[in-house]
């Protein structure tokens, strides 16, 4: 599903203070691209992404994915909207410590119409032999698979990735950008990765590097890298 961001602008502050944080941005990304979201700490990106993904509002403009619109949303829509069409992944997991790996993406299998098999899903994670343990007897990167697992058993038209391997080793990283990969590849949905590592835009369709609140260059890699090939 084709996500457009039509004249993004978002301010924070009052008066003398007031500070625009992007401005203006225009862009597409195309049914099942992963896009990567690039730009040191202050540029914008994780605004963005959170503005995408129906946490904060735009000042200005707003967010297509299909027919639906993010202008003038009220807050029971804007809930519909992120049930039906997203999927969150974040640097630090937020799992439910008293439920086990199973429970924990089986919880969000419920707001879905259309959820994917869980049994499956725990397979393709690399988790069903882990499905009955609890968070804390999970390694990080486990964790991490966890948490992606949560957010793609919705089946979401998009999966937003805000840092998701910040808080990981380089080898578990790249274990996880490898199975972003093959998330993207199987379940062909829309990925989009937040990432201050330069490195990660080589295994991306698309390329957004943001400065200052802006897109200073949007570009489509005419070759890609796999993900266990990166290196940084």
Not at 8 to 18: A, L, P, S, T, V
Not at 180 to 198: A, P, S
Not at 217 to 224: D, G, R
Request: proline residues 3%; negative net charge.
């Amino acid at each position: 599903m084709k996500l457009k961001m039509n004249n993004i602008h978002k301010f924070y502050g009052e008066g003398e203070n007031r500070v625009e944080v992007l401005s203006g941005i225009n862009c597409e990304v195309n049914d099942g691209e992963i896009c990567v979201l690039l730009g040191p700490s202050g540029s914008g990106k994780s605004t963005l992404l959170n503005i995408i993904g129906g946490i904060d509002s735009a000042d200005e403009g707003y967010i297509d994915i299909g027919e639906d619109c993010t202008s003038n949303m009220t807050e029971k829509q804007l809930t519909l909207y992120r049930r039906n069409h997203l999927g969150f992944v974040f640097q630090f997991y937020n799992l439910i410590p008293n439920l086990t790996v199973k429970e924990n993406i089986e919880v969000c299998s419920y707001l879905s119409k259309n959820p994917l098999e869980i049994n499956e899903l725990l397979q393709t994670l690399g988790l069903y032999e882990h499905k009955d343990k609890l968070p804390s007897q999970l390694s990080g990167g486990q964790q991490q698979r966890c948490a992606i697992g949560r957010a793609l058993v919705k089946n979401p038209s998009i999966l937003l990735c805000d840092e998701p391997t910040g808080a990981l080793d380089y080898h578990t990283s790249k274990e996880i950008l490898a199975l972003i990969e093959l998330v993207n590849k199987k379940y062909q949905n829309t990925i989009i990765i937040v990432t201050h590592n330069d490195a990660i835009k080589n295994m991306a369709n698309r390329v957004l590097k943001l400065r200052d609140g802006q897109i200073v260059k949007n570009y489509v890699n005419e070759t890609t890298i796999s993900a266990k090939d990166l290196e940084w």
